[in-house]
């Protein structure tokens, strides 16, 4: 069966620094990859995906991923990044067309306030 | 306007209860999800379904059940509620690629 993880729990941002999101994923095929943001009391928005070609995809809000089959990860970045951007992200993972996602346990950025 | 609504869209129900979780989209998708929400973690999927009057069992379905009467609304029911039910519970919908999921609001439920 297929797993996506997120080593870190939490993350502090501070104003105008960079922001690396990190994500690994167990799955012996070629995986459908995408992230999503979920806002302090709001439900979850698509930022970007990962299907096959370039393995750097750009999406909304200014993120981009990374997709390096090497080390099987998928880690989400953006630069420079902003308090506002203080959400919790999670990585999902598809083994196909037309095949639900499974996420993971998501990271929560937490701004770090001067 | 949202295109995944999702009623109630918070409850508090008794153990033993019977609680019905509805959800409508707009978006004209095929695909419909349920997924929980539990503090401090990710979301698994409950149930999901391809087409209307069909549903298929997700990663955690064991309490609960899922109604597809049309492609618009998809439902989860709980006909025994449990403690271990209390999280939050996101519908979501996608086209027939299944790549982009849009989800509703949430509805958070409180077994007591």
């Known amino acids: 069966a297929q797993s996506v993880d997120q080593p870190d729990a939490h993350v502090t941002l501070s104003e105008g620094a960079s922001l690396e999101l990190r994500c690994s994923y167990s799955?012996?095929?070629?995986?459908?990859l995408f992230w999503y943001v979920q806002y302090p009391g709001q439900s979850l928005q698509f930022l970007l995906k990962?299907?096959?070609?370039?393995?750097v995809v750009k999406g909304t809000k200014g993120f981009e991923a990374e997709f390096r089959k090497s080390n099987s990860s998928f880690n989400l970045k953006k630069s420079p990044a902003h308090w506002s951007d203080s959400a919790k992200y999670f990585c999902?993972?598809?083994?196909?067309?037309?095949?639900?996602?499974?996420f993971g346990s998501g990271t929560k950025v937490i701004p770090c306030l001067p | 306007e949202a295109a995944v609504t999702q009623s109630p869209r918070s409850k508090v129900a008794v153990t033993g209860g019977k609680v019905t979780l509805s959800c409508h989209q707009t978006?004209?998708?095929?695909?419909m999800y349920w997924y929980r929400q539990d503090t401090g973690h990710g979301l698994r999927l409950i149930h999901y379904?391809?087409?209307?009057?069909?549903?298929e069992k997700g990663d955690i379905p064991d309490g609960y059940k899922a109604s597809r009467p049309s492609q618009e609304n998809f439902s989860l029911i709980l006909e025994l509620a449990s403690l271990s039910q209390t999280a939050v519970y996101f519908c979501?919908?996608?086209?027939?690629?299944?790549?982009?999921?849009?989800f509703g609001e949430g509805s958070r439920l409180i077994v007591v």
């Open positions: 979501a919908s996608s086209d027939i690629s299944g790549n982009t999921l849009y």
């Open positions: 799955y012996s095929a070629a995986p459908y």
């Open positions: 990962y299907i096959t070609g370039d393995t």
């Open positions: 999902a993972l598809s083994t196909g067309f037309a095949s639900a996602l499974t």
């Open positions: 978006n004209n998708h095929d695909y």
């Open positions: 379904s391809y087409v209307a009057d069909s549903t």
